[in-house]
T-cell receptor
């Protein structure tokens, strides 16, 4: 058990709908990352938040958005869903760093994922 | 886009044998990590090696890193049926940075 939780485990919805995926990072971790895993694209980085602020963006569609709340949990919102959005969505968290630290813990701990099926 | 490319794509071995998996990457990195994923489940972190390290051990795992060749290898010794999974290498550019994953290697260990 990585200590990262994600809900729901499975989500089945229709095209055009909107869903919200939730992630709670490991206790004390300030960084949350979202990744998408699909058969054709593999594991792709979507977006990262650090202590409530967006830190980095990857291959995230404009229809997707995310946020990180004061309690550090994060939500990934997917709207106007298409068949191609069907995938496993993972959240990961990494250890808190002091702001001035030149080293740190880079290990990312992954949640169990949310399997999204768009019909 | 994928940074890491694992090789081979699939590997089938007998229990007790060693499994060697390779990963190559394209740009400079701060660290390289290996993860395991059982079918359709979450990724489990196995080991992290930093760009200034050449070799690292963790239990039955041995990871090497050659930054001049931009490659890494993961060796699992005395494999077990429970090692059957997909293995991914992922590269990072520093603390609190995203990971860029390869496509993964499917390892099957026959009992």
């Amino acid at each position: 058990d990585s200590g990262v939780t994600q809900t729901p485990k499975h989500l089945i919805t229709a095209t055009g709908q909107r869903v919200t995926l939730r992630c709670s990072p490991r206790s004390g971790d300030l960084s949350v990352y979202w990744y998408q895993q699909s058969l054709d694209q593999g594991l792709q980085f979507l977006i990262q938040y650090y202590n409530g602020e967006e830190r980095a963006k990857g291959n995230i569609l404009e229809r997707f958005s995310a946020q990180q709340f004061p309690d550090l949990h994060s939500e990934l919102n997917l709207s106007s869903l298409e068949l191609g959005d069907s995938a496993l969505y993972f959240c990961a968290s990494s250890h808190r760093l002091p702001a001035t630290s030149g080293s740190g813990t880079d290990t990312q701990y992954f949640g169990p994922g949310t399997r999204l099926t768009v019909l | 886009s994928q940074q890491g490319e694992e090789d081979p794509q699939a590997l089938s071995i007998q229990e007790g044998e060693n499994a060697t998996m390779n990963c190559s990457y394209k740009t400079s990195i701060n660290n390289l990590q290996w993860y395991r994923q059982n079918s359709g489940r979450g990724l489990v972190h196995l080991i992290l090696i930093r760009s200034n390290e050449r070799e690292k051990h963790s239990g039955r795992l041995r990871v090497t890193l050659d930054t001049s060749k931009k490659s890494s290898s993961l060796l699992i010794t005395a494999s077990r049926a429970a090692d059957t999974a997909s293995y991914f290498c992922a590269t990072g550019n520093g603390a609190n940075s995203k990971l860029t994953f390869g496509k993964g290697i499917t390892l099957s260990v026959r009992p």
